[in-house]
């Protein structure tokens, strides 16, 4: 190999001469990189976004004895890490009586706490892979110091990192593959290949699409002139799938429902398209823009082009790894910004790699780049310092509403500000009870009986099964009797209520509280098939995250009593039973209900018997329906 020149790829770039400096401005981007990531950690500040469901539950459930989670949009190895996290803290800090009542009261009371680990995790990872991208930039000898820094501030990967999910995680993942890839160039040793394919089985066991970076080491190896039929890629190849089924078992154990759960996620990311753009267009004109600007973007292509025409195998690989990647989620239907952030760390190498052959220009060309990224991901940073609109809502919601208030809520449920309803509730006991491994209703309230509801429980009218009332109207007000109404309104289509819905509430008389009223003089640019209230560009003067929210009471009366925990599931479970009812599932529901009526016989929740009358008479049921709406009249008086 020639001696080292600035095109030359070598393991160590930095030598003896740099002595501390270069250690400690490494030290200074990952703390940069925190810096930016940290904010809208707390649930008291970022409201929940829909994916974060999966990432708090699931590992909860897992913990609870449901040990193959019985869905697969995802695979299970994110589940089986938050849980182990999770684990430890309850160890360490639980509120229960034991770890299995610790548990048990996070997953019903306190969801906030995992929420908040595994945003952490999130931010760890983000973290974890600024050192990820300089350590591939310096295997390329690319420049470990400028990639690092250009992944410290990418506008996308700065919002994203704070979300609960999969995405960051497996965007660490999917470099630390590439570095173990780029490393076969100067290594034969079968241990290496291992170790290839290992972290390739960890990639694509955190979300599916991390299997692509395999195509880095067949390009690397034969580039390097050896033989296709090779042990070595057969390591390879057994240890990424060894790795995967050992993370996610429930591809064996529970197979049936892997494969349905598989072709309906095939669904959602095979070609064609949703947005009114092509996808490819769509991840440059948005995602990668975005990312680094227009002076990234162009470098980055540049750095592409130079990768593919210098024809090194590490080089290659990331190269190979980059196009297959993008190629795959510019062609599937939906095509959300965050599909990208896999491609942020390969970009930032890449615009190292052209920043390196503008001679003089260098360190112009990267700043070109730093500076308005590094405004973005301030500006994101800034915003998530302020609680969103929906956290505003839920707090006055849990001051101001009554506790088993009915409420309508219009607008979309990704935007509902965050509030504790019994249909959640009444979710979490449904998931309970799909295994006899978890815990009974009766096991669980023997544990919350001793600590009351944290804050007060609503009903939601509108939920997954009536979507079609989420515009909102008068009639489904006054059809449900109910006691508010919560409103919200943004440029994202997942806040969109019925143009005439203030018109028609006009008439409704009582206390009226607004959030984000004022902010809609900015115009940000948002992924609009993502329900991340979070902008990506074009901030303005926009001062706090989320919906223009509205919550008007009717009612302020509410039930004359104390809320226990057998109240709230006697509620819970008779809501479930109308939902059953719904579904055509008569024998379910009329269990449900004369466990809901038979737990709490003194209740004095006139809602509770009301909706147990609604439920007996859709059963057809006279005499128990005519009995609960007496007991429920009696009650309002």
């Known amino acids: ?247 996610t078992p429930g591809v064996l154990l529970d197979s049936a429902t892997f494969t349905s759960g598989f072709a309906e996620l095939w669904q959602h990311v095979s070609p064609g398209t949703v947005a009114a753009t092509p996808g490819w267009w769509r991840h440059l004109s948005l995602s990668l823009w975005t990312a680094y600007g227009p002076a990234g973007l162009a470098l980055c292509l540049a750095g592409l082009a130079l990768a593919v025409q210098r024809r090194r195998p590490g080089e290659l690989g990331v190269a190979a790894a980059f196009l297959l990647y993008f190629v795959v989620i510019g062609s599937a239907k939906l095509t959300y910004v965050r599909y990208a952030l896999p491609l942020t760390p390969l970009a930032a190498v890449f615009i190292t790699i052209a920043c390196r052959r503008c001679g003089r220009w260098a360190p112009l060309a990267a700043l070109a780049v730093l500076v308005p990224s590094l405004y973005g991901s301030t500006r994101i940073a800034d915003l998530r310092w302020r609680p969103d609109t929906r956290v505003q809502a839920a707090g006055w919601m849990a001051t101001h509403v009554p506790a088993g208030s009915v409420l309508c809520n219009f607008g979309g449920w990704a935007g509902d500000p965050p509030s504790r309803t019994f249909e959640d509730i009444w979710w979490k006991i449904s998931q309970l009870a799909r295994t006899e491994d978890t815990p009974s209703v009766g096991e669980a309230l023997a544990v919350l009986d001793r600590v009351p509801p944290p804050v007060p429980f609503v009903s939601f009218v509108v939920q997954t099964g009536n979507q079609d009332l989420a515009a909102g109207s008068q009639s489904t007000v006054t059809g449900f009797g109910c006691d508010g109404v919560v409103t919200h309104a943004h440029e994202l289509g997942f806040s969109t209520r019925t143009t005439d819905l203030t018109d028609q509430l006009a008439e409704l008389v009582g206390p009226e509280a607004r959030f984000g009223d004022g902010t809609d003089t900015a115009s940000p640019r948002y992924d609009d098939l993502d329900a991340l209230y979070v902008p990506l560009s074009g901030f303005g003067d926009l001062r706090r995250a989320g919906p223009r929210v509205s919550v008007q009471l009717l009612d302020t009366g509410g039930a004359n009593m104390r809320w226990a925990a057998r109240d709230v599931f006697a509620r819970a479970l008779v809501r479930g039973a109308r939902s059953l009812v719904d579904e055509g599932q008569h024998d379910a529901a009329l269990h449900l209900v004369q466990q809901s009526l038979s737990s709490v016989p003194e209740s004095r929740d006139a809602r509770l018997f009301s909706d147990a009358a609604i439920v007996f008479q859709r059963l057809g049921l006279a005499e128990p329906a005519r009995s609960s709406a007496a007991r429920a009249a009696a009650l309002e008086r």
């Open 1 to 247: 190999m020639p001696a080292h020149s600035e095109d030359t790829p070598v393991e160590e770039n930095h030598g003896a001469a740099a002595g501390w400096r270069q250690p400690a401005m490494g030290a200074g981007l990952l703390l940069l990189a925190a810096a930016l990531r940290w904010p809208g950690i707390s649930p008291d500040i970022a409201a929940w976004h829909p994916d974060e469901y999966n990432f708090v539950f699931w590992p909860l459930l897992v913990l609870l004895g449901e040990y193959t989670p019985p869905v697969f949009y995802y695979p299970h190895l994110s589940y089986y890490l938050l849980a182990t996290v999770n684990a430890v803290h309850l160890a360490v800090a639980g509120e229960g009586d034991g770890f299995a009542a610790s548990a048990l009261l996070r997953y019903f009371w306190f969801p906030e706490q995992a929420l908040a680990v595994a945003r952490v995790v999130g931010v760890g990872c983000g973290v974890a892979t600024v050192a990820a991208t300089g350590l591939l930039a310096r295997r390329l000898g690319a420049g470990a110091l400028t990639a690092a820094g250009l992944m410290a501030v990418c506008v996308i990967h700065v919002r994203q990192s704070p979300v609960a999910g999969a995405d960051v995680p497996m965007a660490l993942l999917f470099v630390l593959a590439l570095w173990a890839a780029a490393r076969l160039e100067s290594t034969d040793d079968v241990r290496h290949y291992l170790l290839a394919g290992v972290l390739i089985g960890l990639a694509a066991a955190l979300k599916y699409q991390g299997a692509l970076v395999a195509v880095a080491v067949p390009v690397v190896h034969l580039t390097c002139r050896r033989s296709l039929v090779d042990v070595r890629l057969a390591t390879a190849a057994a240890g990424a799938t060894a790795v995967f089924l050992l993370t």
